[in-house]
């Protein structure tokens, strides 16, 4: 048995969480020490070599998927570079005729070493997470075609990010072969922008001219980094051990065992579980961002107070931003700037006017986000059901948006006004746990009965002391994530504002800085839901 495998399935395994004493009180305080002593020219090889050895002690042999990527979008890269600068300069050796057919051709070729690239990666990623779901739905249409063919179902482990490495190999070919970077010759320079070690479990969804010359580039720790820093992944470390790991035995009770639960309990469920999802992937950012920022680098922010949007649409322009701006920049506007699309725009706009005409290509494109947006989550119907209904409501928003806005004007009605910017907020909230409810549960069959038990059987009868304690939690724990999540919602409050609480406080005179500071580790160890009885659970959309 390797090394790897020893550490794996002990103490390695917890590195996957950011909050563990594997992470927080090994692994980064050592970096940290480590980096700092380090003359300047070897700590970017520093980075390179520990963040390859975090991925190796959390997946093992599976490293060989990594590298793999890294080598083929490094190769490609540069054979795009090559056949650029070989056009260019042919180009100036034909006469203007004959340019645009020598470019058709190159393009040809450029689109081919693109193709390639993504076969590989997107190949790797398919076979690994989807064959086993598409081969159990082939011998399902088997069955019912009483066609007597049963295929093997093959296991396959999957790398721990594979998800999220995959999406930055293919964002560099795709930003190389449209010239929006040049391609990198250097490997390490370019393995670290694919594996920097914080963000390879759940991201953010890295563009190579977002971090690669900061990561590349890297300056000393600075005290003003490694404090925001610090504070930022406390702030996270509250969310999870506070909010995540104690709402856990409840949601777990009610989405195992639906059947025993009145529609308003199962409410109860899909709200806590909306929470304990934004908690759980928001804390993970706020410590992938500031372990980041202890090294001086600045990551893209993957939430904007998503909770505060207006519309389904705004919703998912705040969560998970730098996944929706992936699906944006390499799925949507080249579906919807696509030749075919483009035609059909046209000839739409003449028939049915110019703001029914563009929905029909912006409407299949914004299918294909939604389907490969499900589909990414996870190999299940529930997933892509997931993405099929936010692909109805976000449409059906845009078939209605002009009608609404001519029935607000008719009514005199203050789109601004407070109330109704709350009806909009709390009406949004709704649909996205409806949606969570799906994304959560135990496949599509039971997601459709919990739905139904809330219309059909819906109150909060059974809502009282006893059930809270059988679900797992009594009233002080109901009472500990009210507070945290009123200490949440503040903080998104200020930030909607445009305050930065974290320079807020900063101002203020050091008796009041470590006041506060104190404050939050008290709470969060008397608080936190942690030591005997309390399972934790492992960083939420690592598993995606």
Known sequence: MSLSSLLCAGKAASLTSYF?????????????IIYSILPQRFRRYFLLVLSYVFFWLISGNLLIFLILSTLSIHYVGIWLDALIRQRDERVKEVSKEERKALKGQYLKKQRLVVLLAVVINLGILLVLKYTAFFTTNINSLLEVMNIPVVLE??????PIGISFYTMQAISYVMDVYHGVIKAEYNLGKLALYMNFFPQIVEGPICRYSETADKLWNVEKIKFDNLKFGLQRILYGLMKKLVIVDRL??????????????EGGVILIGAVCYTCQLYMDFSGSMDAVMGTAQIFGITMPENFKQPFFSRSISEFWKRWHITLGAWFKDYIFYPVTMSKPMKNITSAARKKIGNHFGPLIAGSIALFCVWISNGLWHGSAWSYIFFGMYHFVLILGGNIIEPYVKKLSKLL??????????????IRTGFLVVIGELFFRANGLRAGLTMFKRMITDFSFKMVSEELVLKLGIDMYDVIIVIITVAIVFVISVLREKGISVRKGIDKKNIVIRWAILYALIIFIVICGAYGRGYIPIDPMYANF
């Open 412 to 425: 005199h009605i203050n789109t601004e006004f407070f109330a109704y910017r709350a009806f909009q907020m």
């Open 153 to 158: 179902i093959p296991e396959f482990i999957m």
């Open 20 to 32: 563990s004493v594997a992470y927080l009180g090994i692994l980064l305080p050592v970096a940290v």
């Open 248 to 261: 856990n035995p409840l949601i777990k009770e009610i989405f195992t065992n639906y059947d025993k639960y």
